[in-house]
């Protein structure tokens, strides 16, 4: 091929393939730094770790891994040598040092490919260092999966290696399947369901973004429920703690979006651990009255601009599930296309596609897809009505150009906006959904 044809119109339009996740070593890295006070150790190449400030914590909305992460994690640095000879030395004194230089109270070794390829005994090195501080290890090679696959080996090996019986306590419940950095909106949506459940009296153990995750963590085992906010992220976690410690969860299929979801959302739980219904139903009416007044505020540019518009939406299948819903329920939008990227198993296909498509007050269904290619992904988008794509920013610099839609970066990666508190959970949330969406219609007559 020449260089001439090389750059030809054509291809150059086309994307340059870009993931939509990272690798099982980057989903227990990522978890890890949703804790503070926590250090993650990586045993593994440097790329693994420095390619993951790139690749995770930026592509996250712009995050950093704060005093731990980026170039601050400690790296055993594998390189040939190790490959024959093995790193176990150079582990165990990278956890030594690891454990004087940093002030931190909880420490994550996640072993990489070349560790799980050539035998090295982690978990024995580890356990040398569990009488001097909480540590534990991740057998997190890349190749066992992607970054949600690594979410579930946190939790796995929390569970396994960490976790002890605990005095249940009533009304409590730990909050799983929100994956940090990968779901670019974590911090403001954890924040956010905390406080929905405290207006109906019950108290979310978060875990991150706490002041103090390894005591969260160490409540995990008190908790009446687990509440599972996904249909697949997290369920691996809950079943290994509902046979640890016999504790129940409940599932509900994403981050509530609007005030129709978190209704629904707070009387689910609400109605688990036995809550008085008079308080929920207070909660809610007090909520949807104030709620959909601000709705009114952006009726005229809805109305008389973009009224019953079409909508594509290309995000991990949480995402997914609550925007699609909230656009067609509340806003009376148009669902065309929606595309999950997160590459759930097999088996939760269908559960994904029936969440969506039994829950749409609409006339017609969308197409829904499970890709994670950024060509095929681009490819299913052509020739299509829609006119706002809800995606990552990968889809945003061309997204007029190419499909003639405007565009929100709602899911991974999010380059081109730093996501701080910013989400869509609750009813504060729908609201903010509604903000991003009219801004990029809205301006001067």
Not at 1 to 15: A, G, H, Q, V
Not at 226 to 250: D, E, M, Q, Y
Request: aromatic content about 10%; charged content about 20%; some cysteine.
């Amino acid at each position: 091929m020449t260089e001439e044809n090389y750059l030809s119109d054509d291809l150059s339009k086309d994307s340059l393939e870009a993931p939509r996740f990272s690798c099982s070593l980057a989903g227990a890295y990522g978890t890890t730094l949703g804790l503070r006070d926590a250090v993650p150790i990586l045993h593994s190449g440097a790329g693994c770790g420095i390619g993951q400030l790139f690749g995770t914590l930026y592509a996250g909305g712009q995050g950093a891994g704060g005093n731990e992460g980026g170039t601050s994690t400690p790296c055993s640095c594998l390189v040939e040598d190790h490959v024959i000879f093995g790193g176990e030395t150079k582990l165990r004194n990278l956890i030594q040092s690891t454990i004087e230089v940093f002030n931190a109270n909880f420490f994550v070794v996640i072993s990489g490919c070349v560790p799980s390829l050539i035998g090295d005994d982690v978990n024995s090195i580890v356990g040398e260092f569990k009488n001097k501080v909480p540590i534990i290890h991740i057998n997190a090679p890349g190749f066992k999966g992607n970054s949600y696959e690594g979410y579930e080996l946190f939790f796995e090996a929390i569970a396994d290696q960490l976790l002890t019986e605990k005095p249940l306590k009533k009304k409590l419940v730990n909050i799983f399947g929100v994956v940090p950095y990968n779901h670019v909106f974590w911090k403001g949506e954890l924040s956010t369901v905390k406080k929905l459940l405290s207006s109906i009296g019950i108290e979310a153990n978060i875990i991150f973004t706490e002041q103090d995750g390894l005591a969260n963590i160490d409540r995990i085992p008190s908790a009446e429920y687990n509440v599972v906010l996904s249909t697949w992220n997290g369920h691996r976690a809950v079943k290994k703690l509902k046979k640890k410690f016999k504790t129940p969860f409940i599932s509900f299929p994403n981050v509530p979006i609007g005030a129709k979801q978190t209704a629904t959302f707070l009387r689910t739980v609400g109605d688990k651990l036995g809550v008085d219904l008079d308080i929920i139903e207070d909660v809610i009416k007090r909520e949807e009255s104030w709620t959909y007044r601000y709705m009114e505020y952006p009726g005229d540019a809805i109305i008389l601009v973009r009224p019953n518009s079409y909508f594509a939406v290309v995000s991990d299948s949480n995402t997914a599930i609550g925007i699609t819903k909230f656009l067609t329920n509340e806003l009376g939008y148009l669902p065309d296309i929606v595309e999950i990227t997160d590459n759930p198993p097999e088996e939760y296909h269908e559960k994904i596609r029936n969440e969506i498509l039994d829950n749409l007050d609409a006339a017609f269904e969308p197409e829904i897809i499970f890709e994670n290619d950024t060509y095929n992904i681009r490819k299913n988008l052509e020739d299509r009505p829609f006119q706002f794509l809800f995606s990552s920013s990968l889809e945003a610099p061309t997204s007029m150009e190419d499909f003639g839609a405007l565009h929100i970066s709602v899911s991974f990666p999010v380059y081109n906006k730093s996501v701080l508190v910013h989400n869509y959970a609750g009813y504060d949330g729908g609201l903010s959904l509604i903000e991003d969406l009219v801004g990029t219609f809205v301006g001067p007559l």
